[in-house]
């Protein structure tokens, strides 16, 4: 009787170290779950990487929407310009963002509509001085802007909000000496995509375009 009792014990303990055992590896498993990869966080990512800008295929197509508008511009063929601008435009003096805590910013004076660009157009807008300078400029002065880290960044951000998702801003400068000796000469534009065609957003210069 002894030893019926001592060999239950025994396959009793037996059976108690098996279990554990057992549920030592569940535990594993379970775990191992846990940390594994998640489908939908990695379609997400990649998702994000697709929807990036390719900045230097835009950039190939802004050089070619700036030959088009110069000739636009050169001709003085109004209609062309008026497809290639979006309005209103904005002609305000372009501020820097240090300049925000010294200075109101109207954003709003310096916007033109259709009527009032074909009034500006030719003299204080486009004029023979810069007309003549688009005739052999080689259009390579534009750059991709970057919302975050440039100095007139508050600028810029007014005027992207119309433009496509996932799309550019770009910047043309050109700068010039005056035949007539009086200084230099420059102006800017900025380009962006809206319903995916690029449009002139804005001009700027040394002197205001409104009063």
């Not at 230097?56 to 050169?74: D, S």
């Not at 310009?81 to 300049?99: A, C, G, K, V």
């Not at 660009?117 to 390579?140: A, H, M, P, S």
Request: hydrophobic content about 35%; overall charge positive.
């Amino acid at each position: 009787m002894k030893r019926f009792d001592f060999f239950l014990i025994l396959l009793l303990l037996c059976f108690g170290m098996a279990c554990n055992r057992g549920r030592g590896s569940i535990d594993v498993v379970q775990h191992q779950d846990t940390t594994a990869p998640n489908p939908g966080t990695q379609a997400q990512n990649l998702n994000t990487i697709a929807q990036q800008p390719d900045t230097a295929a835009q950039l190939k197509e802004v050089k070619i929407f700036l030959i088009k508008l110069k000739t636009a511009i050169v001709k003085n063929n109004k209609q062309e310009l008026l497809n290639r601008i979006h309005f209103p435009m904005q002609t305000q003096l372009m501020w820097m963002n240090d300049e925000l805590g010294t200075k109101e910013i109207d954003r709003k004076n310096g916007l033109i509509s259709k009527e009032e660009f074909l009034k500006y157009n030719g003299k204080e807008l486009f004029d023979k001085e810069q007309r003549r300078v688009l005739r052999y400029e080689l259009g390579d002065d534009v750059s991709a802007i970057n919302l975050q880290t440039d100095q007139a960044s508050n600028y810029y951000k007014t005027l992207v909000s119309e433009t496509d998702p996932g799309t550019t801003l770009f910047n043309y400068y050109l700068q010039w000496e005056r035949p007539d000796g009086r200084g230099d000469y420059w102006f800017g534009l900025v380009i962006g995509k809206i319903k995916g065609e690029f449009k002139v957003l804005s001009y700027y210069s040394k002197w205001p375009l409104k009063a």
